[in-house]
């Protein structure tokens, strides 16, 4: 087991690269991060797989929205686990479940069988369990290695209490990685005050559209949204973050 885990979620193959130059040892690569994250193309994971030399999960989500899926939609993330596997992925970050708020066994069986030799992520579709316990306990009997979580609340601080009491129940037999709002100073709040030491972060940061025409009277999406700010992961806040670990490992 590794010391630390800092994992970024990236988007493009821009941001992957500056998470390596940062430090981080793992991506969550996904599309659309700016509504959560949906499942990557393979273009984006065999190009980003080209230019970086840390591990790649890949999340697997067929749409932004709840963790119930249709048939179509579960026949399309079990396709997804078989491309990605073939492709060279290192793990798959995946979640199904029921209408009542539990964790759905048997389409979770089903996408781990697939995904055989891979690393199992359950991304915060567990923060949208109705016991987060139970799904804990669950995760583990269907053999998932690691659980992302904000403690079911929008942020990692806001949800500190239940993550941490999420990894003493883990223990060694599941890795609880931190993720939603993690940046340095987070990563420093929860490294002194509880056993976390796995963190996920974005490091992102916005930068404005090289564009020289911008028509403001159209949106191509959800109104709120600027057609002419991107997303980008800064290697400086994966950096600063990596310090922060790494002054507590060699203390």
């Known amino acids: 087991m590794e010391k630390y885990i800092l994992e970024c979620c990236v988007d493009s193959v821009e941001s992957a690269i500056e998470a390596e ?6 991506l969550e690569l996904c599309a659309n991060l700016i509504i959560g994250g949906t499942s990557p193309s393979l273009a984006l994971f065999k190009k980003v797989k080209e230019k970086i030399n840390i591990k790649i999960n890949v999340l697997l989500r067929p ?7 249709s048939d179509y939609e579960f026949e399309i993330l079990k396709e997804e686990v078989k491309q990605f596997k073939e492709a ?4 798959v970050v995946i979640g199904c479940l029921r ?3 539990t964790i759905d066994s048997s389409k979770m069986e089903e996408l781990i069988a697939l995904a055989e030799g891979m690393h199992i992520t359950m991304h915060r579709a567990f923060d949208m369990t109705e016991n987060p316990y139970e799904a804990l306990r669950e995760a583990k009997r269907l053999g998932v290695n690691t659980i992302l979580t904000s403690g079911q609340r929008n942020t990692a601080l806001e949800g500190k209490e239940l993550i941490k009491a999420l990894i003493e129940e883990a223990g060694d037999d599941l890795e609880i990685l931190v993720g939603s709002g993690v940046n340095a100073e987070v ?16 490091g992102k940061e916005t930068l404005i559209s090289k564009m020289d025409y911008k ?10 949204m600027s057609e002419y700010e991107i997303w980008k992961t800064d290697y400086k806040k994966v950096q600063a973050a990596k310090a922060v670990i790494d002054k507590v490992i060699n203390m």
Not at 21 to 26: E, I, Q, V, W
Not at 63 to 69: A, E, H, P, S
Not at 88 to 91: H, R, V, W
Request: charged share 20%; hydrophobic share 35%; proline share 2%.
């Open 21 to 26: 130059k940062g430090g981080a040892n793992r």
């Open 63 to 69: 749409r932004f929205g709840d963790f119930l899926y």
């Open 88 to 91: 060279g992925a290192d793990g």
């Open 99 to 101: 209408s009542d708020g």
């Open 187 to 202: 990563i420093k709040e929860f490294i002194y005050e509880s056993n976390a030491w796995a963190f996920h972060m974005s």
């Open 215 to 224: 028509n403001s009277k159209v949106s191509m999406g959800l109104p709120m």
